[in-house]
């Protein structure tokens, strides 16, 4: 729309979203445009200072208005063939259809994006989708590509090479976090699950989520503090796209709720201009859980639970120069005591290939099932490495201190009671109770527990083929014989600890 009216020689092309709110695209750096509300602050900013440009003196408050209501309303006019009047605005992801056909990623870019479709994904310099962007916002690498995915690098260095079930949970959410979402869905259509990440102080929570963040929707500030009311965190999911929250010990009934709203699509209405506005708001989710943090059942089913071993942390503030390839190491500038976000922008853009090429090959169908022996393998349940030490151990009455020295667990007695907490199986029974003022634990096995437990390592979920005892090499984690099979093979691996993690949490907060 042309500015004749506002004494501008200035075209704004307007238009309205799904959801009923007035968009105007303003050109910002060279050949790119920025997709700002009608009725914002930022744009009636924008006007007062072009109209200063060309006249040298501010605009009357009346005229201003005018000029903005006259925008609101030919957003919602008929439009043209090449520039609809309606179009969806998005964060970071985009969706061509409800299939989706295309997803585009948002590099903060203005000169290509990332499309990625069942043939391949590339790098164009047009850009189809709108793309809303908030100054919070940081900008993703161009990726680099890769023949077959390989995330080997990523579990090495959120330090999950020893647990292979739950790297398998980290990648699910990984997955999910890149699928967009589609306009005009329903309410609880496609839910986003919630990666819940645990462990005892010095484990790497934080600088995980940090890391996992950074591959889909990297932010100047990455982890918010943890929510303390419905409106602060509805504010956060408008302008990010994936939210991350650190240092969680406490959720009200009203915030936990609004968790599992935005899990599936919170309606937030508001007002824009003289409209209603009802945006659905669906967000994938990282909380960075302490020892004193207990979920609503309704929450906990939402989760991935992913728990962090200290023994697996070298030290705190340890970099990822293990993580790095050879190649990487020579050019990589010499560090005492390398930062690990800087080492991870090392692996950012062939990570991020890996998972545009992974996404791909699913949207194209080229994966593979599970055979039904391995099907029925993965349904068996699936013990922790807690349970694993309990089976040797035996039967055990006396306190957490001494059940941690006859274990040799690496965290602290209270970290380890919380965990026993957390345990359900059906061949063991845990009882906490008092014993002349002594909080005492007991352990008892239904069945004999000198039979261990089957084997959750790398090594013993090796592909169909036979394990590393059996004269063939374990599988690294991401490589495949065909694309994409060293992931999707071990799907139904992936939903059995799924399954499991999730009655953990959920029968420790009912015991409770």
Sequence with gaps: MSLDLFGLDASFPAFHSPEGQAFVSLPFGPGGHQVVPVHSTGFRDRLTTLFHQHHGHYPKPRKLSQTIRLLSTQAFGPGHPTQPSERPVSVRLAAHSSIPARIVLDLLDDSQTVNIGPDSWALSGANPACFRRFHTQAPLPPPTPTGTPDFEPLARAIRLTHDRPAFLRVLT????????????????????????????????????????????????????????????????????????????????????????????????????????????????????????????????????????????????????????????????????????????????????????????????????????????????????????????????????????????????????????????????????????GERKIEITFSASPSSPPPDISPRGLCGAGGSASQGQAPRPLGHASRPFDGLTRDRATASSSLRSGREEITGADKRR
């Design 173 to 436: 959410w990984l997955f999910a976090a890149m699928r967009p979402q589609t306009p005009g869905a329903a309410q609880g259509d496609s839910p986003y699950p919630i990666l819940l990440l645990r462990g005892p102080s010095g484990s790497g929570k934080s600088t995980a989520a940090r890391l996992l963040r950074s591959l889909v929707d990297p932010n100047r500030s990455p982890l918010l503090p943890a929510p303390t009311g419905r409106r602060a965190l509805i504010r956060d999911a408008s302008s990010n796209w994936v939210l991350a929250f650190d240092h969680v010990s406490n959720l009200p009934t009203l915030v936990s709720d609004t968790l599992c709203t935005l899990t599936s699509g919170y309606a937030h209405t508001f007002r824009d201009g003289d409209r209603t506005v009802v945006q659905n708001l669906a967000r994938p989710m990282i909380l960075v859980a302490t020892e004193r943090l207990k979920l609503h059942p309704d929450l906990a089913a939402r989760c991935l639970p992913v728990d962090l071993d200290e023994a697996a942390v070298f030290k705190r503030g340890a970099g990822l120069q293990p993580a790095l390839s050879r190649e990487a190491r020579q050019f990589a500038p010499p560090n005492p005591n390398p930062n690990p976000d800087a080492a991870f922008d090392v692996l950012r853009p062939s990570l991020l290939g890996s998972l545009c090429t992974a996404i791909s090959q699913t949207m194209s169908g080229q994966y593979t099932y599970a055979t039904p022996a391995e099907l029925a393998e993965a349904l068996k349940p699936v013990p922790s490495p807690l349970v694993r030490s309990l089976h040797k151990l035996g039967n055990f009455k006396g306190s957490a201190t001494e059940l941690a020295a006859a274990l040799k667990w690496h965290s602290t007695p209270r970290h380890l009671s919380q965990q026993l907490r957390d345990l359900t199986g059906p061949a063991f029974a845990i009882r906490f109770f008092h014993h002349h």
